[in-house]
């Protein structure tokens, strides 16, 4: 973990409202695993704007990329960044995604952008597996190449039905599930709290483990300020209150306390 | 060759190496931040609130961003004083930094028993009563808008610790003079001042208040030119020293404080934007000394210079 200031290497709009940008920032990125973050100030803000967290969507050769989408006063801001701009990002933050078991078949569910760190983590597993992916519309779906670029299986549907088959990601899990009986999978899931909870409820049914990527508006991202708090179960069931910043973003679905 | 700046003060009791601590609540227990910055550089840490048992604080939302701050109403989340003595305490007794101990209660005894565990713990080096924290129900600010109460407060915990004792005052007082008289006179040993200023954030698309405690306490830039008026009436109304804090973002509202006539000043909110800020106002407060003449940063304390209108 560094505060580092990171230089703008490139940035290009994915569709719409979703850009990837693509920082120079070797000590955050030779550090970087799957299922962390990075919290950024936005260049242009007041003095008392707060950083924004954003998961991690690649990290290689001291390079650094992130996925967002324009959705308040400060991601308004980060497509006006030019190449060669400054840009303070501290990262690598929280625990990440574990690595995939060797006897599980990797199983990633993304919601939306959600896909960004599942592509990292499916490009660093080194492993085969399937993307399960629901998104508000065809517009709404990034990163699908990167998947099958790798050779994953990916399974899309959109909750107008512009892609794939109209309804949300749960109903791709409940087929997958049903058709993949005799295998194993682990689910590596980010996506909004409504998806990650009910993907858990699925997961704790079908006996399987699932890592969840927890969202939630934090303001220091180093586990000081208690903004971003969890409540959660220990393996004896006593329960206790974490951090989503520093404890997490990533919790096993059965600790998670809803 | 630039000569050295003595930097260190003395906050009623309290050997500061420089006049730089970090605000309760924005620097966790301070080893959350132990890996961005060099948390020995530090004049002293001041932790988190601590009561006497373990409290959960308050539901999420627990802030929200305002322009130039953020209000937040956390709700003084901790691990209670045994818990935070025996799990909290050893990286900073291992690394050395003063420690001020933030704590509350929602009874003088619960206070005072707070502040007397406290006394001989290895590296605690002050208690800072919150008397002002907005964000819960009882304790907190019941007590410090009411001179009496703070008065009888101060009181109790003077009686239960030998520790320095530093009353952080309440913002949202019509003087704050009499307030930091009061504290004075019950045997407190530096004033902290100022807590956040008690605040509401509505969405209006919802037409429901943002945070779940419904009100809150803003603090950030918005709040400096507040603190730094405060402090300076403050200043002229007791003896003892003054840890200034609110809206500090750099070296320059830390100066302003100090010349308003504060001994040492704490970096809050901007830790959580730049965590750095702590560090860069130690030398900056240094660079002043050098270009103004001064050979010790307490030289600069209660120096403003108000002309009398004829």
Redesign the interface.
């Known amino acids: ?3 580092y200031d990171a230089i703008v290497k490139r940035q290009s709009q994915l569709t719409a409202q979703y850009y990837q940008l693509i920082l120079e920032a070797p000590a955050v990125a030779e550090q970087a695993r799957p299922g962390q973050f990075v919290h950024v ?1 936005v260049n242009g803000l ?6 924004r967290p954003f998961s991690i969507y690649n990290a290689a050769d001291g390079m650094l990329a992130i996925v967002y989408k324009t959705v308040g006063r400060g991601t308004a801001l980060l497509p006006l960044l030019r190449v060669g701009d400054v840009l ?1 990002v ?1 990262g690598p933050l929280g625990n990440g995604f574990p690595e995939v078991s060797a006897d599980c078949v990797p199983l990633a569910i993304g919601g939306g952008y959600g896909v960004a760190p599942l592509s990292f983590l499916a490009r660093k597993s080194g492993r085969r597996g399937t993307l399960l992916v629901g998104a508000r519309t065809e517009n709404d779906l990034l990163c699908l190449d990167d998947f099958e670029e790798l050779g994953w299986d990916v399974m899309v549907t959109t909750q107008d039905g512009s892609q794939g088959a109209q309804g949300v990601v749960t109903d791709l899990l409940d087929g997958w599930l049903a058709k993949h009986k005799d295998v194993v999978p682990e689910v590596f899931a980010c996506g909004p709290s409504g998806m990650l909870q009910a993907v858990g409820e699925r997961a704790l049914g079908a006996g399987i483990k699932a890592w969840l990527s927890l969202d ?2 934090m ?2 991202g ?8 969890q409540q959660l179960r220990r393996p004896d069931g006593s329960e206790w ?1 974490g951090r989503v910043c ?1 404890d997490g973003p990533v919790f096993e679905a059965r600790e998670v306390i809803w | 060759m630039v000569k050295q700046i003595d930097m260190s003060v003395n906050v009623g009791g309290i050997a500061m190496q420089n006049p730089v601590t970090v605000a309760s ?4 227990y301070g080893m ?2 132990s ?2 910055i060099d948390i020995r550089h530090l004049g002293a840490v001041t932790v ?1 609130g601590v009561r006497l048992q373990p409290w ?2 308050n539901k ?4 929200a ?1 305002v ?4 209000v ?1 109403a ?1 709700g003084l ?1 901790g691990p209670g004083v045994d818990r935070f003595i025996t799990d909290y305490m050893p990286p900073l007794q291992e690394a050395g930094v003063p420690v001020i101990v933030n704590i509350w209660g929602t009874s003088e005894e619960e206070y005072a028993e707070v502040a007397a565990r406290l006394d001989g713990v290895s590296g605690v080096a002050g208690v800072e009563i919150n008397v002002s924290c907005p964000n819960v129900k009882e304790g907190g600010n019941a007590f410090g808008t009411d001179p009496l109460l703070v008065s009888s407060l101060v009181r109790a915990v003077r009686r239960s610790t030998k520790l320095p004792i530093i009353p952080k005052l309440a913002p949202n007082v019509p003087a704050i003079a009499v307030f930091a008289r009061a504290a004075a006179e019950a045997g407190a040993d530096a004033l902290s001042l100022i807590n956040t200023i008690p605040a509401m954030v509505i969405d209006v698309e919802t037409r429901r208040p943002v945070l779940s405690n419904i009100v809150g306490g803003l603090s ?3 709040i400096h030119p507040v603190a730094v008026k405060l402090v300076w009436e403050a200043a002229q109304a007791v003896r003892i020293p003054i840890i200034a804090m609110g809206g500090i ?1 750099g070296p320059q509202q830390a100066l302003e404080f100090m010349i308003a006539g504060a001994t040492a000043v704490a970096v809050g ?8 800020t702590a560090l860069r106002v130690i030398e900056g407060i240094a660079n002043y000394c050098v270009r103004h003449g001064y050979s010790a940063a307490r030289e600069i304390s209660g120096t403003v210079i108000v002309e009398k209108s004829k």
Not at chain 2, 67 to 70: H, M, N, Q, R, Y
């Open positions: 973990m560094v505060v100030k007041d003095d008392a704007a707060l950083r303070s501290i939630r508006r303001i220091c180093v586990g000081a300020c208690l903004a971003c708090v209150t520093h | 609540g924005t620097f966790g959350e931040y890996q961005l988190k959960p604080g999420l939302p627990r802030h961003e322009p130039g701050g953020l937040n956390i989340q950030g830039p918005a973002t909110t901007a830790n959580f934007i730049d965590p750095t």
